[in-house]
């Protein structure tokens, strides 16, 4: 992706925003993890994620786009990350795009990184084992994906 060098070639201070999401983006570029792969345009604080997936999956030969977007406080608060459509049907994830998981909401830890939610987010796609909508789907799809998970009920875990 042209814009991506150009982030990785500015020197950021250690104090700049931007400074630990650079940080990021060297890590992720320099090893990638098996079936993500992540272009970032003219702004380094929103990544697009490619997810693909194992042959043993129900997902198997779909591709999917998360779209991560960092605050200005972060890593204190998490990124905010949601599907692009088209939607991968699965019980965490809503039609809007939006995925329910603790880690966006109130279990996020600024030691956690971009890179370690996407990865969770395929690994619980690819351990379903069907596609299905998440039961409040109806409420919530009508919502603009992508907001503060403050106020959500993480029943079980399970939203």
């Given at each position: ?11 950021l ?9 650079q940080?990021?983006l ?16 003219k702004?380094?604080?929103v ?10 999956t ?6 999917y786009?998360l779209?991560i ?5 972060y ?5 905010s ?6 939607t ?12 329910c ?7 996020w830890?600024?030691?956690m990184t971009?890179q ?27 919502n ?5 998970q ?10």
């Amino acid at each position: 992706h042209p814009q991506t060098p150009n982030h990785l070639s500015k020197s950021l201070k250690t104090t700049s925003p931007n400074y630990r999401i650079q940080r990021e983006l060297k890590q992720f570029l320099s090893a990638p993890p098996p079936n993500l792969s992540l272009k970032v345009g003219k702004n380094i604080r929103v990544w697009i994620i490619q997810l693909t997936f194992p042959p043993n999956t129900v997902y198997h030969g779909e591709k999917y786009r998360l779209r991560i977007q960092f605050p200005q406080d972060y890593p204190t608060s998490p990124p905010s990350v949601y599907f692009l459509p088209p939607t991968p049907r699965h019980e965490h994830v809503y039609t809007n795009g939006d995925i329910c998981l603790s880690l966006l909401g109130n279990d996020w830890r600024p030691t956690m990184t971009a890179q370690s939610v996407a990865m969770s987010i395929l690994s619980i796609l690819s351990g379903a084992p069907r596609k299905s909508l998440p039961m409040d789907n109806v409420r919530h799809s009508g919502n603009k994906p992508g907001g503060k998970q403050d106020d959500w009920v993480y029943h079980d875990d399970n939203c």
